[in-house]
């Protein structure tokens, strides 16, 4: 199974729209995850009208009917392995190991909030961090996530849009 995997677009701000690249990613994939800050419910019905079903949490600029529509986490079945999700992780000093915690029965996490991509491992357990592919901050590319989930693992890409 095919995950298109974007967090932070922080949509529509500024008139900004997801890169070309982005949005073919996320029609060619099995299903989306996004990991919160969409800002407005429209951005959710984009995302939805792009075909693969939607797995979004929310953040914390989501507007009020995201808040009451989202979840703050969510597990997703994929291929046999379990994906949490959750938009702050916290602090990255021991990220990994309360992530583990936390989501006990989860292959993976992905979460957003820093807009900097991260892809951490230990063992069969790993949290991923897109990055957001319309506002990098202090990220040096735009950038979004591919995971292939099989056979109860995660494989996750990072993927650059500019």
Same mark, same amino acid.
């Given at each position: #199974?095919?995950?298109?995997?974007? =967090?932070?677009? !922080?949509?529509?701000?500024?008139?900004?729209?997801?890169?070309?690249?982005?949005?073919?990613? @996320?029609?060619?994939?099995?299903?989306?995850? !996004?990991? %919160?800050?969409?800002?407005?419910? =429209?951005? @959710?019905?984009?995302?939805?009208?792009? %075909?693969?079903?939607? +797995?979004?949490?929310?953040? *914390?600029?989501?507007?009020?009917?995201?808040?009451?529509?989202?979840?703050?986490?969510?597990?997703?079945?994929?291929?046999?392995?379990?994906?949490? #999700?959750?938009?702050?992780?916290?602090?990255?000093?021991?990220? @990994?190991?309360? #992530?583990?915690?936390?989501?006990?029965?989860? !292959?993976?996490?992905?979460?957003? +909030?820093? +807009?900097?991509?991260?892809?951490?491992?230990?063992?069969?357990?790993?949290?991923? *961090?897109? %990055? =957001?592919?319309?506002?990098?901050?202090?990220?040096?590319? !735009?950038? #979004?996530?591919?995971?292939?989930?099989?056979? %109860?693992?995660?494989?996750?890409?990072?993927?650059? @849009?500019?």
């Amino acid at each position: #199974m095919r995950l298109a995997i974007i =967090s932070d677009t !922080h949509m529509p701000r500024r008139a900004r729209a997801l890169p070309e690249e982005c949005v073919r990613r @996320l029609r060619e994939a099995d299903a989306i995850l !996004h990991a %919160g800050d969409l800002m407005e419910l =429209s951005v @959710l019905a984009e995302l939805e009208a792009l %075909g693969p079903p939607v +797995h979004a949490v929310r953040g *914390n600029v989501d507007s009020a009917e995201l808040q009451a529509r989202l979840p703050l986490t969510r597990v997703v079945e994929a291929g046999g392995a379990r994906v949490a #999700m959750v938009h702050d992780a916290g602090p990255a000093d021991g990220r @990994l190991s309360r #992530m583990r915690r936390r989501f006990p029965d989860a !292959h993976a996490v992905v979460f957003g +909030h820093s +807009h900097l991509p991260l892809l951490e491992q230990r063992d069969a357990f790993a949290i991923f *961090n897109p %990055g =957001s592919p319309t506002e990098r901050r202090r990220a040096p590319r !735009h950038t #979004m996530g591919i995971a292939t989930a099989e056979d %109860g693992a995660v494989r996750f890409e990072l993927v650059t @849009l500019d």
